[in-house]
């Protein structure tokens, strides 16, 4: 099950000095995001894949040169200096999980807002065309869209991605959490739109 302290955890641990992201936390994090993705549905499965995918590159990195990965800012210096910022570097991998984040924010945001029994369809296609829907082809807009129509309501989604047990606590953690995970967001903003990473294809 997807835990809301554990993401509350990493992002918070994520963010150091004072304007640098630690990615080893950050992937701890997405991580468990992942966990919340996997439990939308089987039409998710693709979206789950896909992070996963960046992730484990992520991950493949960190292992491979701690040094020049283990913060964004180093990532950023050690990969523009030496003309590597295209394909599956690191920089283009996080920008991708950059966006996702995005959603997932404003997904869950809108989230907290909603009466147990009302459909998080809305809320999901709302933040989807917010934000992800716009670095999308038509084909994977159609088919993120298609699958949200099927997500539960409010209550039965949060019993489905995080366990009837944890829901209340969850819920209290869910705020600060989503505010940690907006810092760390705003942070690689920053640093991609600083060094001209952040409009990349």
């Known amino acids: 099950m997807f835990s809301v302290p554990a993401v509350h955890s990493a992002f918070h641990d994520a963010l150091i000095q004072d304007e640098d992201v630690d990615v080893k936390n950050y992937v701890i994090a997405y991580q468990e995001l992942c966990k919340f993705c996997s439990q939308l549905g089987a039409l998710f499965g693709f979206v789950v894949k896909d992070l996963q995918d960046k992730i484990d590159r992520l991950n493949y990195l960190i292992a491979d040169d701690e040094q020049h990965f283990s913060t964004v800012q180093n990532m950023i210096l050690y990969e523009k200096s030496n003309d590597m910022v295209k394909g599956n570097s690191g920089c283009v991998?996080?920008?991708?999980?950059?966006?996702?984040?995005?959603?997932?924010?404003?997904?869950?945001?809108?989230?907290?807002?909603?009466?147990?029994?009302?459909?998080?369809?809305?809320?999901?296609?709302?933040?989807?065309?917010?934000?992800?829907?716009?670095?999308?082809?038509?084909?994977?807009?159609?088919?993120?869209?298609?699958?949200?129509?099927?997500?539960?309501?409010?209550?039965?989604?949060?019993?489905?991605?995080?366990?009837?047990?944890?829901?209340?606590?969850?819920?209290?953690?869910?705020?600060?959490?989503?505010?940690?995970?907006?810092?760390?967001?705003?942070?690689?903003?920053?640093?991609?739109?600083?060094?001209?990473?952040?409009?990349?294809?």
Request: glycine letters at 2%; charged letters at 20%; a neutral charge.
């Open 93 to 201: 991998t996080l920008l991708r999980l950059h966006r996702g984040l995005e959603f997932i924010i404003l997904f869950m945001s809108k989230l907290l807002h909603l009466k147990p029994n009302e459909s998080t369809k809305h809320s999901a296609i709302e933040s989807y065309n917010q934000t992800l829907a716009k670095h999308h082809t038509w084909l994977i807009r159609h088919g993120a869209r298609l699958a949200m129509n099927f997500l539960p309501c409010q209550e039965n989604l949060y019993c489905q991605t995080i366990g009837d047990e944890s829901v209340e606590e969850s819920l209290n953690t869910m705020p600060d959490m989503i505010s940690k995970a907006t810092t760390v967001h705003n942070r690689i903003n920053t640093l991609f739109s600083d060094y001209e990473i952040l409009n990349i294809p």
